[in-house]
């Protein structure tokens, strides 16, 4: 029997699906079979409008010609070239773009399969460096209340979202959180909001506990998406890069969604013009079409490793996929997609238009908070008394019968649309929201 492409599998019971409300799921699936550029189509036929680029990944929009041209040639040419003591051109020509677009300084790449990898391997370069430089008593790892670095146990160590974490044990040792910048006087901003600077000082607390000589990185977003697009109070970033620098400790920017042009410059490093030691990314890297992360280093951090007699490995430490040629082939084509279709700059032009379509919903039923910057917003709901997350989870369901993705963390939709939106787009979108807020219990 021929199969029927746009069908549901009958049996849904083995795949434990991640960050997902299985049982509810599996009662009404939501699939998508297809997509392009804004769209999703679902497999009932329904088109639905992406307000989230999948996964803060599709920054390009869906099925770009020229990155699926690149992963089918690629697969044919060469599928997979081992990672350890071996190269191939396109990895070497990825590192280079990727250099290339990035922050002045940032001269090395480190490439994984994924945010949460990218995060392990930076904080183990972090420690290596020190280690390596002969201060290997820097072990100390400093994250964030409310910050998300991934699900490895490095990552949640130093993230600060309870449910990622309580369930899993002690976690990394050696880790102490500076407090997260959501202030409600900062409630309703529009780009970065003006009180919270004094919150970096916090890092001098933790250095006057531990004592600098022990500390060996600071990681944060530089703005914190995942937790519900959390927005670095202005003089933040810099008053934290100037704390690190005094003290010798590495500052560690994730920049797994704030990379690839979602704030409307390549990296968020450069949108508040703050020089981190690391950068991590992934999701955009690819435009989420094949699994990829890298991280960024600058050039005191890989010198510091290139030591020593020169047919030994500098740095123990390394994935199967890393580089891997395929998806090295979709992250060329990926960057030349971003360039060629000016999308850095188109994020930044619709950026004013975004910010006026979602404060428009002020005033709108349950919304108690808006916040946006660059192709980024927020929208936080009054919780349902004893029931967190109901009523935005309920939002979100009704949006997607009504064709429009949006996405929810604890009761803050939060809306990443692909950079290639009309302007149309943002104002169904945003009309959509509204219509289902309003209805809502
Ligand atoms: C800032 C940040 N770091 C790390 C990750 C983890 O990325 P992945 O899901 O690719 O492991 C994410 C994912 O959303 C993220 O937002």
Redesign the pocket.
Known sequence: MALDRNSVPNDLSAFWMPFTANRQFKKAPRMFVSADRMHYKTADGREVLDGTAG??CCNAGHNRPRIVEAIRQQAGELDYAPAFQMGHPKAFELASALRDMAPDGMDHVFFTN??????ETALKIALAYHRARGDGARTRLIGRERG????NFG?ISVGGIVNNRKMFGTLLTGVDHLPHTHLPENAWSRGQPAHGAHLADELERIVALHGAETIAAVIV?PMA??TGVLLPPKGYLERLREICTRHGILLIF?E??TGFGRLGSSFAAEHFDVQPDLI?T??GLTNGVIPM?AVLATPQIHDAFMQGPEHVIELFHGYTYSGNPVAAAAGLATLETYREDGLFERAAELAPYWEEALHSLRGTRHVIDIRNMGLIGAVELEPIAGEPTRRAFQAFLDCYEKGVLIRTTGDIIAMSPPLIIEKAQIDQLIGTLKEVLDKLD
Do not use: F, N, P, R
């Not at 998300?148 to 699900?151: I, P, T």
């Open positions: 996964l803060w994924s945010g949460s990898e990218s995060v998300y670095h991934g699900v990552g977003e998406g995942s994730d797994v969604i991590t992934a999701k992360g």
